[in-house]
């Protein structure tokens, strides 16, 4: 069965530092894959996504996130954090015709 | 240009009653879902469907749960004699096309609490 596992509930960072959001799926195929920020009092906006062809996406707001077959993975970075970047982050994957999210990752941004 | 709209925003209930939640997607949007969304839990997939049509509905998470979207438009979903565990928020988003190829746009949601 397909599922997605986002290994981090909550993740600290000074403003200014990397991040890095990781994200492990399960799908037999090659997935279609995704990244979701849902802000406070916000609806859920799509980051980026991935079909195929260049493993390396980039996304808005700043983010680029890496597709790993050998790893299953597709995590989702960022240079330099931004306070504004504080928010619930959510994976997905889409098999067949249903989609998969993960639990999400909280991000918590110092300055 | 307005985005996808839900209603109620918010819906108190009582353990046993019927709720009706609404959906208005983007216009011509052809693809429209429905998720869960529990405390501390993920997105859990309920339903689509393109046009008017729902190709599969096994993620509905029992048979108190039914969706229908009339003029390839509005869609509602019932859940029928709620029950306390289905206290969630209820997102509904919808795309140009089926498939990850169509950025789905998400709305607000309905809060739904079953006392």
């Known amino acids: 069965a397909q599922s997605v596992t986002q290994p981090d509930i909550h993740i600290t960072v000074s403003e200014g530092a990397s991040l890095e959001l990781r994200c492990n799926y399960s799908?037999?195929?090659?997935?279609?894959l995704f990244w979701y920020v849902q802000s406070p009092g916000q609806g859920l906006q799509l980051l980026l996504k991935?079909?195929?062809?260049?493993?390396l996406v980039q996304g808005i707001k700043g983010f680029e996130a890496e597709f790993k077959r050998s790893q299953s993975s597709f995590n989702l970075r960022k240079p330099s954090v931004h306070w504004s970047d504080a928010a619930e982050y959510f994976c997905a994957v889409e098999g067949g015709n249903q989609f998969y999210f993960g639990t999400g990752t909280s991000l918590t941004v110092i300055p | 240009g307005a985005g996808v709209s839900q209603s109620p925003s918010n819906k108190v209930t009582e353990k046993g009653k019927d709720v009706e939640l609404r959906c208005d997607p983007i216009s011509g949007h052809t693809a429209l879902y429905w998720y869960r969304q529990s405390l501390g839990q993920g997105l859990e997939f309920l339903i689509y469907f393109q046009g008017n049509s729902a190709p599969d509905k096994s993620g509905l998470p029992s048979d108190r749960f039914s969706a229908e979207r009339t003029g390839g438009s509005v869609s509602t979903l019932t859940i029928q004699r709620t029950q306390q565990e289905d206290s969630a928020v209820y997102l509904c988003?919808?795309?140009?096309?089926?498939?990850?190829?169509?950025?789905?746009?998400f709305g607000p949601g309905t809060r739904l609490l079953v006392l």
């Open positions: 799908y037999g195929a090659t997935p279609y």
């Open positions: 988003a919808s795309s140009l096309a089926h498939s990850g190829r169509g950025t789905q746009y």
């Open positions: 991935y079909f195929s062809g260049d493993t």
